[in-house]
């Protein structure tokens, strides 16, 4: 399990709620589905033995822009 510091107070919830106190921590846990949403919902902080780690997958209501050139402007 990774920290939960300045994660938002429903995500630190859960984790408490899953049982993990520490860092590195592990947990043998009911195969439930309510235990399945809970590591769903912090799947980025926790690794689930026995299943491949996928990437997390990008917004896919990103908005890329361009680089500024203000920067470029100033100087000459």
Known sequence: MKSA???RPEIKATVESLGF???NQTRE???NPAVRG???RVSFLVAVE???W???QRSRYK???ARSTK???RGN
């Open 54 to 56: 996928e990437r997390p």
């Open 5 to 7: 510091i300045g994660a």
């Open 50 to 52: 026995g299943e491949p």
């Open 63 to 65: 908005i890329w822009r």
């Open 21 to 23: 106190r520490r860092m």
């Open 38 to 40: 809970m590591l769903r």
């Open 71 to 73: 920067k470029h402007k």
């Open 29 to 31: 846990l009911p195969d």
